[in-house]
């Protein structure tokens, strides 16, 4: 596997609302740069689509980011690059991998929620993002980086 590099903890946040939680993306987002890659892992309504979402708008995108029901990517324009969002959840880990690596750009800032069968293929460090539900409505957020 390409990431054999150690994973480093950059972060961890206690979040307690959707408020909380967007205001650590927004302040992850100013660690990206065109060309990174985030993968964020999670059980389903743990909020990682909240936090893209906040990480997003921060990057300059208008629109809201979605869940894919019925696609796997959802391209977004962010201030100076593409914004990319794969769902892979309902892929069962099937996907077209030659699809899927033309997103891969200089200009292009990548997210991927559920990437378990995709980390393989991978051929470059990126963030990882975990939330775990605990009590209530409070996650813990950590942010990873391989390097």
């Given at each position: 596997m390409a990431m054999s590099a150690k994973l480093k903890t950059l972060n961890i946040f206690s979040s307690y609302s959707a408020i909380e939680t967007e205001k650590y993306a927004r302040k992850f987002a100013g660690l990206l740069k065109p060309g990174d890659l985030i993968l964020l892992e999670g059980e389903i309504?743990?909020?990682?689509?909240?936090f893209l979402n906040a990480v997003f708008k921060e990057l300059g995108s208008n629109e809201n980011v979605i869940s894919s029901s019925f696609s796997?990517?959802?391209?977004?324009?962010?201030?100076?690059?593409?914004?990319?969002?794969f769902d892979l959840y309902r892929t069962g880990g099937r996907f077209n991998y030659d699809e899927f690596i033309e997103y891969f750009g200089e200009e292009n800032i990548i997210a991927i929620e559920w990437p378990y069968n995709v980390k393989k293929y991978l051929k470059f460090f990126p963030y990882l993002i975990t939330i775990k539900l605990l009590k209530g409505d409070a996650r813990e957020i950590k942010i990873l980086k391989y390097g």
């Open positions: 309504g743990s909020g990682k689509t909240t796997l990517v959802y391209e977004y324009k962010g201030r100076d690059y593409k914004l990319v969002h």
